[in-house]
């Protein structure tokens, strides 16, 4: 697995530059303050929905789901419902020039509260023939307390479909994830992704059918975080 953060960060370049890799938000809400974005994938771990979000896209009482990245080799010894992952971890890697690198590194590590730890990986161009690039990553490992491991997907996409948080709609966080992906390549795909948008979607049908369907709060949910100026204007946690 990749190893959490020391003194020495093997994501900054000689000229001193910053790269973080995404594979959540970041692909569609990207940091700010970069100079370059750049599609390709990580290997190693497999992308799941195993994540709660009491800060964004759900409350302390009633949590959301984002994602996480889990590695593959402990991914492979659970029971997943969905027993197949592509080897690549599409994503978007982002470089921080030299001078913002300690605003933004303080940005993500403060976003970064709700069970996210520092990780490096080599990184995947997808231009053929580039180099790799060691990024940081945000992950919520399986002994952090948010994780929360293999899931029903019908009872997750229903789960996803009712929460809310100070972010949106869990469902748009997930909806916007597939979209963001199926626009990097015609092989970025995430199947997981993919059936539990199906699934929402079919919930949504049916809730229109029925004349039952959730009606979008006028107000926004309560919550005690406040958004902040300048470096962070994105309002997401779930960095990656």
């Known amino acids: ?74 991914w492979a010894s659970l029971a997943d419902a969905h027993d197949s992952a592509p080897d690549r971890v599409w994503g978007t890697a982002y470089r921080i020039s030299a001078a913002h690198v300690a605003e933004v590194k303080e940005y993500l590590d403060i976003r970064e509260i709700n069970g996210y730890t520092i990780h490096y990986t080599p990184f995947y161009p997808a231009v053929e023939g580039s180099p790799s690039i060691t990024t940081l990553v945000y992950i919520g490992t399986p002994e952090n307390d948010q994780f929360v491991g293999p899931q029903d997907p019908q009872e997750l996409a229903e789960h996803i479909y009712r929460s809310e948080g100070p972010s949106g709609l869990n ?61 962070d204007e994105q309002e997401e946690t779930e960095k990656v």
Not at 177 to 187: H, N, R
């Open 171 to 231: 469902r748009d966080y997930l909806l916007e994830l597939e979209k963001a992906l199926d626009e990097l390549s015609p092989e970025s795909g995430d199947a997981h992704v993919t059936d539990l948008s199906n699934r929402l979607r079919e919930i949504e049908r049916r809730e229109r059918e029925s004349g039952s369907a959730e009606a979008v709060p006028q107000q926004p949910v309560p919550h005690e975080f406040t958004k902040v100026t300048s470096v």
């Open 1 to 74: 697995m990749a190893q959490v953060q020391e003194e020495v960060d093997p994501s900054h370049s000689k000229e001193d530059e910053f790269w973080i890799f995404g594979y959540g938000s970041l692909i569609w809400k990207p940091p700010p303050h970069y100079d370059r974005r750049i599609p390709g994938w990580v290997t190693g771990y497999v992308r799941r929905f195993w994540q709660a979000s009491q800060d964004h896209r759900g409350t302390p009482t009633a949590p959301g789901r984002v994602v996480t990245l889990i590695e593959r080799s402990f």
